[in-house]
C-alpha cells in the first residue's frame, strides 16, 4: 500500500470526501488548476492546498497531473522534495 492511500484509510470519512473531491477538480478542470497552485522553488513540483493537506504534484509529457505525495502541513513538509 502506498503513502496516498494510507493517509486515505486513516482519515475520517469527511475528510477523505473533501479531499477525493478537491483532487478530482485538480486533475480534470483546467480553470481550477490556474487558481489553486503554487510552483515550489528549485525544480518541477507544484502544490495546492486544501485545509491542513498539501498536494504536491508535477505535470507529465502531456499535462497530465501525477501526485507525488500529499502531506498534513508541518514544518517539515517541503523538506527533501
Do not use: C, W
Not at 479531499?19 to 489553486?36: G, I, M
Not at 515550489?40 to 492546498?49: E, I, N, S, T
Request: proline fraction near 1%.
Amino acid at each position: 500500500m502506498d503513502k496516498i492511500q494510507k493517509l486515505f484509510s486513516r482519515l475520517p470519512k469527511k475528510e477523505r470526501l473533501q479531499l477525493q473531491s478537491f483532487l478530482d477538480a485538480l486533475v480534470h478542470d483546467d480553470s481550477f488548476r490556474k487558481t489553486h497552485i503554487q510552483k515550489l522553488k528549485g525544480g518541477d513540483l507544484f502544490r495546492a492546498r486544501k485545509g491542513r493537506f498539501r498536494i504536491i504534484f508535477h505535470y507529465d509529457q502531456i499535462r497530465d497531473v501525477v501526485v507525488d505525495s500529499i502531506k498534513v502541513r508541518n514544518e517539515s513538509t517541503y523538506r527533501d522534495l
